[in-house]
């Protein structure tokens, strides 16, 4: 396929038909109406295509667990207030060790908020989200073909690690649209699921997060540990950008860092040095990564759009050793350049 | 080299159109480009706004506050946005809705007046109203050409819809002609 101008929604939506998707479950929510509508009218197209528009996002969410533990490629997507009540279905998934692309396309909260972009479900999806010891991998794409890509490698990371993985986008990246090349990319073939359900016909395999044996509970416990580990060890993206002469380190994600971006061209034009550390996964966070990277700088600062989360993520990576300032805006507010631009003056002014 | 423009007008103008005509005419000569619209409880006759970026490095921010070029539709948009626009860019507004002396102008812009509603009328049709302001911005910013944007609306418009490339093209030459001959 060749690059295509497309809004970031349709362009998750068509990543994941490229990456084998076979299901999708979901309820609507502004602002990534685009992605369920897309998914409608191509899985329905295909022999082996399930949509279903559920009655809610919760009877979406436990869909998904029906059909990731039969074993097949499964999708849902929703905004806040909806990821907020599929959190119940996630915590299972993660219980049950089952692989399954949920995608975020934030706006602003808390409760309803509004449908304006925001970056104020940082908390939710890095932290697990839901009940119970268990974390969920994140990705942040910045641009439209990076959520592609994100997309693609999410359905192979979910299938290798048995666990749901999370698109992190917000409102612009979902709503923008930018050129974009998908390629077919399904390697469902390489995942062998031989602990899936099949029927009773098929075999005896059970899949389950109930484990009455507080000692049996506690094995699978550290079963999980020990793989949350290995993505620690193994899962971390990261980009950086003018960061070797910095003397000022911008921390930002997704849309903001690309505010964070135009920030910094301003900045560099009226000589101030400074740099950018972009976090793709959000879980695992880089924390060696960052404080490798900001060690020759003098100050962070940390750009969200919401009321400050990731800084907490970026103080635990620093583990005090330079200072940290915030700017941001929440609500659906998207932060400006100009705004980050002042954010960089004040520290460069701070010793 | 990085051009950075918002189209905005009422809704119905078709202004997010031709803002993502001219986005995928900067992707076909090879350019980064990024078209971001505004969306809320948006309804017929309400506002609409998109930003365009065409850029020949990584795109910042594709939520443009400080455009070169701004092209209003209607008279609100106008009124609301012009103090945006940065020195020595340009303001194309719609001629047809927007009187000339009724404009409070910024000293150091460019402003060209296009009469959208005449030029849709003369061709026949007045959906393609939007289109004259591809050729302004085509002749403003010489950031793509004709071609591409035939290349643009073959890929928009679809199998379908082809046959009225043609009549739309028209209607991108008249806006283009209306910018070299520097009617206001």
């Known amino acids: ?351 | 080299m990085e051009t950075k423009m918002i189209f905005a007008g009422f809704g119905g103008q078709g202004v997010l159109l031709a803002g993502q005509l001219i986005a995928e005419a900067g992707m076909q000569k090879g350019k980064n480009v990024s078209w971001m619209p505004s969306y809320g409880p948006e309804m017929r006759g309400g506002t609409a706004n998109c930003s365009v970026v065409i850029s020949d490095d990584i795109i910042g921010t594709p939520i443009i506050l400080d455009p070169q070029i701004l092209v209003a539709m209607n008279k609100p948009s106008l009124e609301s946005m012009q103090n945006m626009v940065v020195e020595n860019g340009t303001i194309i507004y719609n001629s047809s809705l927007i009187k000339k002396d009724e404009i409070n102008k910024i000293n150091g812009i460019n402003y060209i007046g296009l009469p959208c509603s005449e030029i849709a009328l003369e061709l026949g049709n007045p959906k393609v109203q939007n289109m004259p302001i591809i050729g302004a911005v085509m002749e403003v910013t010489k950031s793509f050409n004709e071609d591409d944007i035939k290349k643009a609306m073959l890929s928009k418009f679809g199998e379908t819809k082809a046959k009225m490339i043609d009549l739309n093209m028209e209607a991108v030459a008249k806006g283009k002609e209306t910018v070299i001959k520097g009617v206001n």
């Open chain 1, 1 to 351: 396929m060749e690059k295509k101008l497309m809004k970031g929604n349709v362009a998750i939506a068509e990543a994941a038909i490229h990456a084998g998707c076979k299901c999708f479950f979901g309820y609507p929510i502004t602002p990534q109406n685009e992605l369920i509508e897309h998914m409608s009218k191509r899985l329905l197209k295909l022999e082996d295509g399930v949509f279903v528009q559920s009655e809610s996002e919760v009877a979406a969410i436990n869909m998904v667990f029906g059909a990731a533990g039969a074993g097949a490629r499964v999708m849902t997507s929703s905004s806040g207030p909806g990821l907020s009540l599929k959190q119940e279905g996630i915590s299972f998934l993660a219980g049950a060790e089952l692989p399954a692309v949920i995608v975020n396309v934030m706006r602003g909260g808390p409760g309803l908020g509004g449908i304006q972009p925001a970056q104020s479900d940082y908390f939710q999806a890095t932290r697990g989200g839901g009940h119970g010891d268990y974390y969920t991998m994140v990705y942040a794409p910045a641009n439209v073909q990076e959520a592609v890509d994100l997309v693609q490698k999410a359905f192979d990371k979910a299938d290798e690690y048995r666990n749901p993985v999370i698109i992190l986008a917000d409102g612009v990246i979902g709503q923008m649209m930018e050129p974009a090349e998908i390629k077919d990319n399904d390697n469902s073939a390489n995942y062998k699921k031989d602990w899936a359900v099949t029927g009773k016909e098929g075999s005896h395999n059970i899949l389950r997060s109930l484990y009455l044996d507080p000692h049996e509970l506690n094995i699978h416990n550290k079963n999980l540990t020990k793989k949350y580990e290995k993505i620690e060890a193994n899962e971390i993206m990261f980009e950086t950008a003018f960061i070797d002469d910095a003397d000022i380190m911008i921390v930002a994600y997704g849309t903001t860092s690309r505010i964070a971006r135009s920030a910094i061209r301003e900045a560099r034009e009226k000589g101030i040095k400074v740099g950018l550390f972009r976090p793709i996964t959000l879980w695992p966070f880089p924390l060696k990564e960052l404080k490798e990277a900001a060690k020759n700088t003098k100050n962070v600062v940390v750009a969200e759009m919401s009321s400050g989360q990731m800084i907490y993520d970026v103080k635990l990576a620093l583990e005090g050793s330079k200072p940290v300032s915030f700017v941001g805006e929440a609500g659906g507010i998207i932060p400006t350049t100009k705004q980050i631009l002042e954010a960089i003056e004040l520290a460069s002014k701070e010793e």
